[in-house]
């Protein structure tokens, strides 16, 4: 099919302390993921399932790729209508809600971008474009979680 692209990683638990998983609190949960031509990135779980807190878990991992795509796709779009962005930062969070069986799932997630740009006159398309790189984000349109954003745009010398 010419329109898709294939993504790969390798992951290697790094967690056997020498038992393997012989029981719940002997095993580490660190890992690294391997995608070809970049550099490995380590993570681990989250602290509250014996995770290593200096590491990301997959959780963080989740939070900061739709906040990446969502920014990578609002980019793009400002870039083609014109609006000049200057600066962009989002405090993205997420709620995780557990099942009463042991699992999980997060309930929703709030991107919160912070944009400055150039024109003041089009302050209104560039928050309008927040729905339409939503839309557009390919992580959020592969996830059923509710994906809220909380946009604050305004012209470079307004934000303090």
Not at 127 to 154: M, Q
């Amino acid at each position: 099919m010419a329109n898709q692209h294939e993504y790969r990683t390798h992951l290697v638990w790094n967690g056997n302390l020498g038992k393997g998983t012989s029981t719940y609190a002997g095993y580490g949960r660190d890992y690294t993921i391997s995608i070809d031509g970049k550099p490995p990135m380590r993570g681990s779980a989250d602290p509250m399932f014996r995770g290593n807190s200096e590491l990301p878990n997959p959780e963080d991992l989740f939070i900061a790729a739709l906040s990446s795509c969502h920014m990578l796709s609002y980019l793009a779009l400002c870039a083609r209508q014109g609006v000049s962005v200057l600066t962009y930062e989002d405090h993205a969070s997420g709620t995780l809600v557990f099942t009463a069986d042991g699992g999980g799932r997060f309930h929703e997630v709030t991107l919160n971008p912070i944009v400055s740009i150039a024109d003041p006159e089009k302050v209104a398309l560039a928050e309008a474009l927040h729905d339409e790189a939503h839309r557009l984000c390919y992580i959020a349109s592969s996830s059923n979680t509710t994906v809220n954003h909380a946009a604050t745009v305004a012209v470079a010398a307004e934000i303090q």
